[in-house]
């Protein structure tokens, strides 16, 4: 089965595979951080290890981000050039704002790439590990969201979602499918 997904949105495309963030050579990567911006586990580990202590100089002179906002910093090390900093929400009884907060975390995001000019990023599936939210509920609301920004806005050509395990893979296999995109 194929480990990789296109879909075309107007003039940009947005490309679902299996992988690492760390990897990816998109010109800037989202990190799923937490709002003290002072690192942690998952993703937001793996991207700091990867990426060098420039990253963490520059989160500490931002000094912090609230759940649904986005900040920017240098890749370090990475091959992306820029890191996108946003926090999803923590799930709680998925009636607490959690779905309008990962909208806003996709949505800042994809407005802050915008700002700097920035024409391909990657995300990883932000709040589904340690902060517990629902994959398949999660992939619907990033998808949509993407979908959406790259119908209304031109300047970004290309958006990557990055899934670390095969099976959050599938799971947004199925959702696309339901969607009507596959
Ligand atoms: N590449 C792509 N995806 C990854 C990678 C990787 N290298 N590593 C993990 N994932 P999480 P959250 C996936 O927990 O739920 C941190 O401690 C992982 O399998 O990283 O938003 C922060 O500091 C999962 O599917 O982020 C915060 O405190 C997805 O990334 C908190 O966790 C998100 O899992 C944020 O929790």
Not at 154 to 171: G, M, W
Request: hydrophobic residues 35%; charged residues 25%; glycine residues 10%.
């Amino acid at each position: 089965m194929s480990d990789k997904i296109e879909i075309d949105v107007k003039s940009a495309k947005i490309v679902i595979e299996q992988g690492d963030i760390t990897k990816q050579a998109t010109e800037a990567i989202v990190n799923a951080a937490n709002s003290s911006l002072r690192g942690g586990g998952g993703v937001d580990g793996a991207i700091h290890r990867t990426g060098g202590p420039k990253i963490m100089e520059e989160c500490r002179k931002i000094g912090g981000c609230p759940a649904g906002e986005a900040v920017i910093t240098t890749g370090g090390n990475l091959k992306a050039k820029y890191v996108i900093h946003t926090v999803g929400p923590i799930w709680r009884s998925g009636k607490a704002g959690e779905e309008e907060i990962l909208t806003r975390a996709y949505q800042n995001s994809l407005a802050l790439a915008q700002k700097k000019g920035i024409r391909s990023l990657s995300f990883p599936s932000i709040s589904t590990g340690a902060y517990g939210y629902p994959l398949r509920e999660a992939s619907k609301v990033a998808i949509n969201t993407i979908s959406a920004y790259l119908k209304s806005h031109r300047k970004i050509e290309k958006v990557v979602v990055v899934l670390f395990s095969d099976n959050d893979f599938q799971v947004y296999q199925e959702t696309l499918k339901e969607m009507g995109l596959i």
